[in-house]
């Protein structure tokens, strides 16, 4: 059997398309019950504020909390998946922690944001913080893969929409709209 | 230079073997999704995977999941190893003018 550099290159190629496209689904696969828990996060905390006003004082920080905790338990798991004292064990942790830092990074820009912005309507905070993520996952689909980018760019228009066009009934919109992009999308990404 | 490997080579399994290899050690596919990333039928992954499972390179386990069949795949460490010298073997061919 003989190969020629040319049909060596193609399978080269053929290698790295093969292995990019399992690295892109292993991220979908890892991301999409985070999708999930904070969907329902934002879904639950948009219904009370929308429905029971009174309760919105306390519902956004035990729903975020709680979504924190679910998320840390998601992480541990996943990264414990691997067998110990394997390469695949270290890299795992090595993403976890990293993720972990990014997150702290982000909730640091949002408070910041917050802080200079001072928003003044409750809507104006929802959006303001809301908005940050969908773009996030936007410009993280550029690199992991045109599902995240589908998923930040529904629920970034749906929150725009929202703040423009519905203001009456904003937190039942944020709720519905974008944590129902969110849990979708979660789905979308353990099917795919 | 190490001859390729004729098994390997053939593109469906090249590919098989690609993605199978990029899991870590001792992970099974379910057959349904490494049809769906091989973009293949059926019968055509089916048949090559009998051939790569034939030469020991690849691992298939068949249980139900409740009433529904399910058929996993992995790859072997005599695979892992195949698919690694076969990949070099590329390399040389294409740093080396071979």
């Known amino acids: 059997m003989t190969v020629t550099r040319e049909e060596a290159a193609q399978a080269l190629a053929d290698i790295d398309k093969a292995s990019d496209r399992v690295y892109r689904l292993k991220g979908y696969h890892h991301g999409a019950p985070f999708f999930i828990v904070w969907g329902f996060v934002w879904l639950i905390a948009n219904s009370v504020s929308q429905f029971w006003p009174d309760y919105q004082r306390w519902i956004w920080p035990a729903s975020v909390g709680a979504g924190f905790l679910i998320s840390i338990v998601i992480g541990i798991a996943q990264s414990r998946k691997a067998q110990p004292g394997t390469r695949q064990s270290v890299m795992d942790q090595r993403v976890g922690a990293r993720m972990g830092m990014t997150s702290g990074v982000m909730m640091a820009f949002i408070a910041t944001i917050i802080l200079i912005a001072q928003p003044s309507s409750a809507d104006e905070g929802n959006a303001m913080v809301s908005i940050f993520f969908p773009f996030m996952y936007m410009a993280a689909g550029i690199w992991a893969g045109w599902r995240l980018f589908a998923i930040g760019l529904v629920t970034a228009i749906a929150i725009i929409i929202g703040y423009f066009w519905m203001r009456d009934y904003f937190d039942i919109w944020m709720g519905v709209f974008g944590g129902g992009s969110l849990i979708a999308g979660g789905i979308w990404l353990r099917t795919a | ?98």
């Open chain 2, 1 to 98: 230079m190490e001859g390729p490997d004729e098994i390997i080579h053939q593109s469906t399994r090249l590919r098989i073997a690609a993605t199978l290899n990029a899991l870590p050690s001792g992970e099974s596919l379910e057959f349904g999704r490494l049809k769906s990333i091989l973009s293949a039928t059926d019968g055509n992954t089916a048949t090559h995977l009998a051939a790569l499972e034939k030469a020991g390179y690849i691992a298939v386990e068949k249980d139900f999941v409740g009433k529904k069949p399910r058929t996993r795949v992995s790859l072997t460490r005599l695979g892992r190893k195949a698919f690694e010298r076969h990949v070099s073997y590329l390399r040389d061919l294409l740093e080396g003018g071979g």
